[in-house]
């Protein structure tokens, strides 16, 4: 199992100011720990809005293909009818 030390660095666990810390120590962990948290939930929210986009970027040019291709056969119906005048 890895460390405990591993744990904190890599942000698993977070680390229990010593009990000799002063209380203004204590708080500034605290508010530290509190700001990380709420950077990785901003973080995971960017990351959850970038797949939206990309899901609308993807359906978008599948909309664009298609109607690329519509207007390709209308227009070769076209040409094919002008001929036959």
């Not at 973080?43 to 939206?52: D, F, G, P, R, T």
């Amino acid at each position: 199992m890895p460390s405990s030390k591993f744990l904190q660095n890599i942000g698993l666990e977070t680390t229990a100011p010593k009990k000799s810390a002063t209380p203004a120590v204590r708080a500034r962990v605290q508010e530290l720990e509190a700001e990380v948290q709420a950077e990785k939930e901003d973080s995971a929210a960017l990351k959850c809005q970038i797949e939206y986009q990309r899901n609308q970027l993807e359906s978008l040019k599948s909309k664009v293909e298609e109607s690329e291709a519509v207007k390709q056969k209308q227009q070769e119906e076209l040409d094919s009818l002008k001929k036959q005048r």
